[in-house]
């Protein structure tokens, strides 16, 4: 069969790296989108040395209502095929809702979900009509219930989980596959970003962006929709099914600050 193309978003760091460094092992051309251009061309340079695939770097800020209409005409004026789309690109923002700056929360809104949602609404129907590749979204544990004092970002990651999995089910049948990796708490440039590194949440323990990436991508391949890496995570959305409403909203309000 010929080479697979996959695009990973937020791949200048972190989960998105480590993804980006999965496909190409298993032989994917790469694209990689992130706003930093230098971190995207080391990945790069250190992707092609380790492997025979060919990776090109797009510099692009999702926050920017044009980035999915730029992303797809760049790609089609290379004649690149979309074959796996990894929505990975995100961030955080701790603190009340009516503190945090407003545009912050739009921007944070524009990258988490509308650039997914439009991505996804670009390239999943190519992969129907080749009936090959799928859409791998990066969501959170935060997807499962309100997060007090992140309560947007918690909101988006809620869209995340609902959308993929809700996909995942439109596609069945087909041999397109959609997955939904959710992790916890994970050693990024995450937690500084959204400044809650001191957070009850993230002092709690941390895994490594390796290991996390790792679950995502071997979920991925088996078809399996839905991916909680670790067994504190799993043993924390388990938890939040079963427990009372009001309990979750103080004990995630205690995690966030
Ligand atoms: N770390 C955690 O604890 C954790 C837990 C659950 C879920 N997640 C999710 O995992 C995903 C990856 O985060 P991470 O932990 O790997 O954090 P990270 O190290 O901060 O990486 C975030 C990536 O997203 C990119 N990004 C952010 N804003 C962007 C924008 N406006 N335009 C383009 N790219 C943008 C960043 O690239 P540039 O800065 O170069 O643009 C970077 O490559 C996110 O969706 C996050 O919500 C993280």
Excluded at 3 to 21: D, K
Excluded at 142 to 168: D, H, I
Excluded at 210 to 237: C, E, F, Q, T
């Amino acid at each position: 069969m010929d080479t697979q193309t996959a695009i990973v978003t937020g791949a200048s760091s972190g989960i998105g790296r480590e993804l980006a460094r999965l496909f190409a092992a298993d032989g994917y051309n790469l694209v990689v989108v992130a706003r930093q251009r230098e971190a995207l061309e080391s990945l790069i340079a250190g992707i092609t040395r380790d492997h025979r695939v060919a990776a090109r770097a797009l510099a692009v800020d999702l926050a920017d209502p044009e980035a999915g209409r730029r992303i797809e005409e760049d790609l089609a004026r290379a004649g690149v095929l979309v074959d796996v789309l990894v929505n990975n690109a995100g961030f955080g923002l701790q603190g009340a809702f009516a503190d945090l700056p407003l545009e912050r929360q739009l921007a944070m809104i524009q990258v988490n979900v509308t650039t997914l949602t439009e991505l996804t609404r670009r390239f999943l129907p190519g992969m129907l009509a080749r009936n090959r590749g799928g859409i791998l979204n990066v969501g959170s544990t935060a997807g499962f219930q309100p997060g007090p004092f992140m309560a947007g970002y918690y909101a988006t990651k809620a869209y995340v989980v609902s959308l993929t999995e809700a996909l995942a089910e439109e596609v069945a049948g087909s041999a397109v596959r959609v997955s939904c990796l959710a992790p916890g708490p994970t050693a990024t440039r995450f937690a500084e970003a959204a400044r809650m590194t001191e957070t009850r949440l993230f002092r709690g323990g941390t895994m490594t962006a390796a290991a996390v990436a790792r679950i995502g991508y071997d979920a991925w391949k088996r078809g399996k929709i839905l991916a909680v890496p670790g067994v504190s995570n799993k043993l924390g959305v388990a938890l939040v099914r079963v427990s009372p409403r009001p309990l979750v909203r103080t004990i995630v309000k205690r995690l966030n600050r």
